[in-house]
């Protein structure tokens, strides 16, 4: 099993933010099914003001590169991508064209 951070910014509106938690209270199963057919066994996302942090645990089947290929032609993940964007903001850092950007792990226990 392996396991990646990632983080996220929601613009910093109270209102824009309460809606995006309210659909991830309640996911549309096309989503749910896109998560678990690409190998990811857990996944949470954590928030703190308008900055998310998102913890994936993975199977060895699971490669990035292949779960955005799968969510390209996957026209339910693009119409909920489309949606999220309206709430979602690039961390300053990110590449052009990049969300959710992984995060280094720099201390372990």
């Not at 659909?23 to 996944?43: L, T």
């Not at 990035?64 to 799968?70: D, I, R, S």
């Amino acid at each position: 099993m392996r396991r990646y951070a990632l983080a996220l910014d929601l613009k910093d509106d109270e209102q824009l933010i309460r809606e995006y938690e309210r659909y991830h209270q309640n996911i549309w199963p096309e989503i749910r099914k896109s998560i678990v057919d690409s190998g990811i066994e857990n996944m949470q996302i954590f928030r703190t003001g308008n900055r998310l942090f998102m913890l994936m645990e993975v199977n060895d089947d699971f490669s990035f590169e292949a779960k955005g290929k799968a969510d390209d032609t996957n026209e339910k993940v693009q119409q909920w991508e489309e949606l999220m964007w309206k709430f979602q903001q690039p961390l300053p850092w990110a590449k052009a064209g990049e969300k959710w950007v992984m995060m280094d792990g720099i201390f372990d226990l």
